[in-house]
């Protein structure tokens, strides 16, 4: 079946980039999700990216996909202490199913 | 807000006992779909149903059962609940038609099991 895997922790100071990574096993993906979790609350999605790009940039978000070793990155460029959360990163399959990874928490440092 | 509204927001509950969590999604959204968000699981999808027929079916319990209405709102049950089900229930929806429509989540409900 899918399995999407994610580091579990990852701790950066303001103002430095932050990236955490994905990996995933589907070959049927269709699309790849990152979502934001902060405390408290549910999921936001934060950005997407279709299997046949390789990059995606939205403001200070960077999303790279490498299709051939099925890895998916986000960066975050000038860290925020409000970027602090749990990020999932989700595979899309067939019907729109999303597979989601454990969770990366975030922790922004003043 | 997603506008997926999930209700009760919290439930405590002793073992043995049923408990019905609700979830009506997005406006316009067809598809519901129901996760288990625990510590050492992560986010586990339970099932999926769009405009009342179930599509998806993922790590849920035969314990577990979950159904959509002709109002598209879905209604989760758990029964014979142990102290292992305690986590936080999401419910999310989309479309169910365009395949990138993402998943808008509700903020989930919480169950202890004690």
């Known amino acids: 079946g899918e399995d999407v895997e994610q580091s579990l922790f990852l701790s950066v100071r303001e103002g430095d980039s932050s990236v955490i990574n994905c990996t995933y096993t589907?070959?049927?993906?269709?699309?790849l999700y990152w979502y934001k979790q902060e405390p408290g609350a549910g999921l936001q999605l934060l950005t997407y990216?279709?299997?046949?790009?390789d990059m995606k940039q939205d403001q200070r978000l960077t999303v790279l996909l490498n299709k051939k070793d099925k890895h998916l990155s986000l960066r975050i460029a000038d860290t925020q202490t409000g970027d602090s959360a749990i990020y999932f990163c989700?595979?899309?399959?067939?019907?729109?199913?999303?597979?989601f990874g454990i969770g990366t928490k975030l922790q922004v440092i003043p | 807000d997603s506008g997926v509204t999930q209700t009760p927001k919290h439930l405590i509950t002793a073992t043995g006992q049923r408990v019905t969590l609700r979830c009506s999604p997005r406006?316009?959204?067809?598809?519901v779909y129901w996760y288990q968000q625990s510590l050492d699981q992560g986010l586990q999808f339970l099932i999926q149903?769009?405009?009342?027929?179930?599509?998806a079916k993922g790590n849920i319990l035969e314990r577990f059962s979950a159904q959509q209405f002709p109002d598209l709102h879905s209604e989760l049950n758990l029964s014979s609940l142990e102290l292992g089900d305690s986590a936080l229930y999401f419910c999310a929806s989309s479309d169910g038609e365009q395949v990138n429509s993402p998943l808008h989540f509700g903020n989930g409900t919480r169950l202890t099991v004690t």
């Open positions: 989700g595979d899309a399959g067939g019907y729109q199913k999303v597979t």
């Open positions: 589907d070959s049927s993906s269709t699309y």
């Open positions: 406006s316009g959204d067809l598809s």
């Open positions: 149903y769009y405009n009342g027929e179930e599509r």
């Open positions: 990216i279709f299997s046949n790009m």
